[in-house]
């Protein structure tokens, strides 16, 4: 398996020594060069010249920052912030927008998912809330969401619209409008807009960097994995008015069932649950931390984003008996692993420009212009027929 790997490494060395040849076949190029150091004019921007790896954010955000470090404290019930931030490699070439989002109040040490609403669409997104430091001034979490070309679509759908309603999913959910305006009631108000005006200057930035025409969204899979905490992509649903599905009223601001709702419509949820036996407890009319639990258990089993909060889709599912009881739910199947011995065909899906293939290692591989940076790191291969889509 080793020599493999090493004869697959040298090849994708040797290859480009054939980049002129790839390009004038017309092999799609993945992602533009770019030095990183166009972004020196930012307070913020650092750059590891070890291992190449870069990160920048707008100007505005650190100053709203520190206005969101000074009055987080102020608001116990919640107060949110959230920004842009471009992250990326330049050895490798790879780019990883991020939306990083603070949240200060009750349920923050919980929350695993953020729900924006713009316009008629809401988008849920699987977060990891990890303890933020601002320099002491209170304890606040911090949930950073790579963004992909679909989420970089509803950012720019953001910016576009001015305003959008923020939902923190945890044991209590903290709901938010950020929505620029002349004057606020409050620096809670006036914080949570700041939000909105972050985002122009780093969307503006992706643009001339060519981020359109970026193709690598796959190989960066597991380190966004690594920052979200989940490997599930967003997901953007129609939302609608307030009506009831199967007797359970949902809310009109992001069609849900949450924690902190009570009445006969979390009675009816509840008794569904522990007919399947994911509920212990009795049917009491109050959705707290054993139904929200109970919720994110059946999410996360079916692949859906464990937002603890029941909606349109969630409801279907569990009464048209796509929810298998707890007690003749499949055991999940563990991976397997083998050699995969053989052969293996090859073929270049696509190049791009990158530094990691340095002059040195060029010359040891024959490639006579060590000038040429260029790195091939997406290949099809066929093995004993089976099937993989890339290696990287």
Request: include cysteine.
């Amino acid at each position: 398996m080793k020599r493999t790997a090493c004869a697959l490494l040298t090849l994708m060395i040797a290859l480009a020594a054939f980049a002129p040849t790839l390009a004038e076949r017309e092999l799609p190029l993945a992602a533009a060069a770019f030095d990183p150091a166009r972004f020196e004019k930012y307070a913020s921007y650092r750059r590891d010249t070890q291992s190449g790896e870069w990160t920048v954010c707008a100007n505005e955000a650190i100053s709203a920052l520190e206005l969101f470090a000074d009055q987080a404290g102020r608001y116990s019930d919640g107060i949110v912030y959230f920004y842009l931030e471009i992250a990326g490699n330049s050895h490798t070439g790879l780019i990883t927008p991020i939306l990083n989002v603070y949240y200060r109040g009750r349920g923050a040490g919980d929350a695993a998912a953020v729900s924006f609403r713009i316009g008629d669409t809401r988008y849920d997104f699987p977060v990891r809330a990890v303890p933020a430091d601002l320099g002491g001034r209170g304890q606040t979490s911090l949930m950073r969401i790579p963004m992909e070309a679909e989420g970089l679509r509803m950012l720019r759908e953001l910016d576009a619209a001015g305003s959008v309603a923020v939902r923190i999913h945890g044991d209590e959910q903290y709901t938010a409008l950020c929505q620029p305006a002349k004057t606020y009631k409050n620096a809670r108000d006036q914080v949570e807009a700041l939000s909105i005006a972050s985002l122009s200057p780093m969307l503006r930035e992706l643009d001339a960097i060519g981020i359109d025409r970026y193709r690598l969204w796959d190989l960066g899979s597991a380190g966004r994995a690594s920052i979200s905490g989940s490997e599930l992509p967003l997901r953007a649903t129609a939302m609608g008015p307030s009506q009831a599905v199967r007797g359970i009223e949902l809310d009109e601001a992001f069609n849900m069932l949450s924690p902190g709702a009570k009445g006969k419509s979390v009675t009816a949820l509840q008794e569904r649950l522990i007919a399947l036996n994911y509920l212990a407890e009795k049917a009491d009319g109050t959705y707290g931390k054993s139904t929200r639990t109970a919720v994110s258990n059946i999410q996360r089993l079916v692949g859906e984003i464990p937002t603890g909060s029941a909606d349109r889709a969630f409801v279907d599912r569990l009464f048209e008996g796509e929810i298998a009881p707890v007690d003749t739910a499949p055991d999940k199947i563990a991976p397997v692993w083998d050699d995969l011995g053989g052969e293996a065909r090859i073929s270049v899906e696509r190049y791009w420009f990158a530094s990691a293939v340095t002059a040195h290692a060029a010359r040891s591989s024959g490639v006579t212009r060590c000038d040429l940076k260029l790195m091939i790191a997406s290949l099809s291969c066929a093995i004993n027929a089976v099937e993989f889509s890339r290696l990287s």
